[in-house]
């Protein structure tokens, strides 16, 4: 069955570095997704993308974040500058057909920014 | 705005118990309904899905049934099993569009054989 891989699967860096989470959503897909859980908080929705443009952003998502899809397979988040309070688990996810058809999610990048 | 909030966990039952882990929500109008499921190291999957009132959701012997009149997604199962532990999410979309899931917390579910 086709999945959402994404990498690295952990990610430590340092404070104000900027760093890219990497997702490769499945093939079909037209939807795009980014979400995170900070330990012990609920999964939080960052960003959808469609047709090649941000569909929706949410309050989290400000300037120092990005998304992008560079090419026909990856979808990318950046984070600018990043901070203590960016540390957590990043889940990508893909749809068919927009939020009421199955999200298909990655495994998960957990980054730690020290 | 919208919120999803579900029972505190973990959960610990014994195999073949009933399981019913409890989820509200607030939203206005009527939202879409979901439950997802994270199995140890892989990515949140649908479980299984409402779209109006009094629509029951179910697979894999999972149910759960829209509750308009109590805000209330609850999901059950009558005969849980140890490779149904995992991580159980309630969420909703919003009824007036877009494109985001709205999460509750997660309920950390251990099924001992």
């Known amino acids: 069955e086709p999945e959402v891989t994404q990498t690295p699967s952990h990610q430590v860096t340092q404070m104000g570095q900027e760093v890219i989470l990497r997702c490769v959503p499945i093939s079909n897909h037209l939807y795009f997704y980014w979400y995170r859980q900070i330990l012990g908080q609920k999964v939080e929705f960052l960003v959808s993308?469609?047709?090649?443009?941000?569909?929706?952003k949410s309050e989290i998502f400000d300037d120092q974040f990005s998304v992008e899809r560079p090419d026909g397979s990856n979808f990318t988040l950046k984070i600018r500058s990043t901070k203590l309070e960016d540390s957590a688990m990043y889940f990508c996810a893909s749809s068919e057909q927009g939020v009421n058809s199955p999200l298909h999610f990655g495994n998960g990048t957990r980054l730690t920014v020290t | 705005g919208d919120s999803v909030t579900q029972m505190e966990g973990p959960v610990t039952l014994s195999e073949e118990a009933f399981l019913t882990i409890n989820c509200t929500y607030t939203a206005t109008g009527y939202p879409s309904l979901f439950w997802y499921v994270q199995y140890p190291g892989e990515g949140l999957q649908l479980l299984l899905k409402?779209?109006?009132?009094?629509d029951k959701g179910s697979n894999k012997g999972f149910e759960a049934t829209y509750r308009k009149e109590t805000t209330s997604f609850h999901l059950e199962k009558g005969s849980v099993q140890v490779s149904d532990s995992a991580v159980y999410f309630c969420a909703l979309s919003a009824p007036r569009g877009g494109s985001r899931l709205t999460f509750g917390e997660g309920t950390q579910l251990t099924v001992n054989p």
């Open positions: 993308f469609y047709n090649n443009e941000i569909s929706e």
């Open positions: 409402a779209t109006k009132a009094d």
